[in-house]
């Protein structure tokens, strides 16, 4: 008797935050890490690439003797019953790797990494679990100086891969003014800080109404999930939320207005001259107080951070039509973080760095330039018997530096045609065994040939004119195809 029982067909589906990227996305965004890195390097940073995998107890998030380490995270148990999890971000792997090769490295330690992290967290527009970032950071770096450096480094960055500076800033606010605040609301117990940042860190996504509400009861979002709240009473809320919208614009002015909310408390008074001393750098560069304005509600919400704290936001519009602007939350951000080494050696190290979120600003780059990606040269053999010809004409094409590929699909030209459209090429290579037999191949501009199609009243004129399709000897090929991507602007 045999098994009538049907066979298993899986459902095709992907797990929420992890997107798929196709070849314009991916193009994105190794543009913008080869654009980034080439910044950080002019500035005098070296690349170093650490492994997906990190030890939980060296990522600094988790209690070593956790049953199961992954709040956060996606972890596994290594056969040494160690617990491994693919790293959050690419500074908690740069502090392991400084206290493992303390004595190796000079100090400062100017480095710059790019490579996906993942995030264990509930995802939602422009939130991923597996995302990319591109960093750079300096150990052994002390004083508001190096913070200033991180800012300025970042807005040329950002400037370099093609963000006008009118719509880029880089917000600047230092943890030592938070804790000066926190202090005077009764936050003194970590777990209770620790809340209260992350309610603080929501302000430009749930707007003060939501950010009231967690630094009180709690508050309950779309889903219905509930967040717990910081439980703090009325007048220590207003006092939050009225540092949150003291400062703000021109940096001078922004200290000035601080300083009576943070004067007499110890944090206060340091942060205050952490500020004056970021200013007078960036003032010295030429970087403006709209670039790079003080914002006491900047928190970021990585529990390492210990001094100064920045985060990149962008202003551009989708080119579509309605115009409407599209939230995709920071594109970048970083800080001060003098204890994360410490964790290992036992003595502060101090670091700062800045981190651009390279798939968040993949997204907003393609939303507001929507172009499609240019695709390959297609080569069209028109019968079987020309197929090993046409490896041919794109191998001599590729050997000139363009992208070339051979239509394998075996339908006829309407359908190849058809393929090379779907591909976005910007020209197709038709042989027949007549161009063959007289040496030539038949070039057809498709960009050229959709424009003028435009134009044309009727299948008659389309026929009789053969727009944007030429014949062109073997011997000039390159040539020839070499203007059309010039044209098109995919000139190798």
């Not at 959050?88 to 330690?109: Q, S, W």
């Not at 995302?131 to 300025?152: K, R, T, W």
């Not at 003098?338 to 651009?356: N, Q, Y």
């Not at 018997?385 to 590929?405: H, K, P, V």
Request: net charge negative; with cysteine.
């Amino acid at each position: 008797m045999t098994d009538a029982s049907p066979a298993f067909r899986p459902k095709a589906r992907k797990p929420r935050g992890f997107p798929d990227r196709r070849v314009e996305t991916l193009a994105l965004e190794q543009r913008i890490i080869a654009i980034a890195g080439g910044v950080y390097e002019r500035w005098g940073f070296d690349r170093l690439e650490t492994g997906a995998f990190e030890y939980a107890d060296c990522l600094g998030k988790f209690l070593p003797d956790q049953d199961r380490p992954n709040e956060g995270v996606f972890s596994v148990e290594d056969d040494d019953k160690q617990w491994m999890a693919l790293r959050y971000d690419l500074t908690a792997p740069l502090a392991r790797f400084v206290a493992e090769n303390h004595d190796k490295v000079p100090r400062p330690f100017r480095r710059w990494a790019a490579g996906p992290v993942w995030r264990n967290e509930k995802p939602g527009p422009g939130r991923f679990r597996e995302f990319l970032q591109c960093d750079a950071d300096s150990v052994g770096a002390p004083g508001p100086a190096a913070d200033a450096e991180m800012i300025a480094m970042a807005l040329e960055a950002l400037a370099a891969i093609g963000l006008p500076e009118d719509a880029v800033a880089v917000k600047i606010n230092t943890r030592k003014a938070l804790n000066a605040v926190l202090d005077q609301a009764g936050g003194a117990d970590p777990q209770a800080r620790l809340v209260i940042l992350r309610a603080i860190d929501k302000l430009d996504r749930l707007g003060e109404a939501g950010v009231a509400q967690l630094l009180g009861p709690g508050r309950k979002d779309d889903s219905g999930d509930f967040t717990k709240g910081a439980g703090l009473p009325d007048d220590k809320i207003a006092l939050i939320l009225g540092f949150l919208n003291a400062g703000r614009g021109d940096r001078t002015a922004s200290i000035a207005q601080l300083a009576p909310l943070l004067a007499g408390h110890a944090d206060g008074e340091a942060a205050l001259a952490d500020l004056a001393a970021i200013d007078a750098v960036l003032t010295a560069l030429g970087v403006t107080g709209a670039r790079a304005p003080i914002d006491p509600s900047i928190v970021r919400g990585l529990e390492y951070y210990t001094g100064a704290v920045f985060e990149a936001q962008a202003a551009l519009p989708p080119s579509g039509a309605d115009g409407a602007a599209v939230q995709v939350g920071s594109i970048g951000g970083g800080g001060r973080y003098d204890d994360l080494v410490a964790r290992f050696r036992g003595e502060k190290l101090p670091a700062t760095g800045f981190s651009i979120g390279v798939s968040r600003l993949a997204t907003l780059l393609a939303l507001h330039h929507a172009a499609p990606q240019i695709g390959p040269v297609v080569v069209l053999p028109l019968e079987p018997s020309l197929t090993a010809d046409g490896f041919l004409l794109a191998a001599q094409l590729r050997a000139a530096g363009m992208r070339a590929e051979v239509y394998l699909g075996g339908a006829g030209m309407k359908a190849q045609l058809k393929y090379a459209d779907r591909r976005n090429a910007p020209a197709a290579l038709m042989l027949g065994s007549d161009e063959a037999a007289r040496g030539v191949v038949s070039v057809k501009d498709l960009a050229l040939g959709a424009a003028l199609a435009k134009n044309i009243a009727s299948n008659e004129e389309w026929r009789k004119g053969q727009p944007a399709q030429t014949e062109v000897a073997r011997a000039d090929i390159v040539a020839a195809v070499a203007a059309i991507l010039a044209r098109s602007g995919a000139a190798p």
